[in-house]
Nanobody, 126 residues
Framework: QVQLAESGGGLVQPGGSLRLSCAASDRTFRNFVVGWFRQAPGKEREFVAAIKWNSRHTYYRDSVKGRFTISRDNADNAVTLQMNNLKPDDTAVYYC???????????????????WGQGTQVTVSS
């Protein structure tokens, strides 16, 4: 059983930056696809970004391309999401998710991930 814990959320002004981290309890995490999802009040959970185990393949929703960067350090069992030029529409609870067997065509589907963190709040407001 892999346990995930997010950190790094907070309040930031529009145009600012935040760095979210997802730490895993198990070293098998290095073999997992890891995704970031977010959920704003009254909205469905949506895909933000994902990274494969070897870091060669990353995926982003269109609205965050060029602003967010996902990366991983398998030695530290951690995945980070660097978020720059934040906008009020980025306000949400951000969740880290992981799965070992997910196929590429399903990477953006939250129902395909077995392991989830508790979430961290990101608020972008002036």
């Amino acid at each position: 059983q892999v346990q995930l814990a997010e950190s790094g959320g907070g309040l930031v002004q529009p145009g600012g930056s935040l760095r979210l981290s997802c730490a895993a309890s198990d070293r098998t995490f290095r073999n997992f696809v890891v995704g970031w999802f977010r959920q704003a009040p009254g909205k469905e959970r949506e895909f933000v970004a994902a990274i494969k185990w070897n870091s060669r393949h990353t995926y982003y929703r269109d609205s965050v391309k060029g602003r967010f960067t996902i990366s991983r350090d398998n030695a530290d069992n951690a995945v980070t999401l660097q978020m720059n030029n934040l906008k009020p529409d980025d306000t949400a609870v951000y969740y880290c998710a992981a799965d070992r067997t997910i196929i590429q065509s399903s990477i953006g589907r939250s129902d395909q991930y077995d392991y989830w963190g508790q979430g961290t709040q990101v608020t972008v407001s002036s």
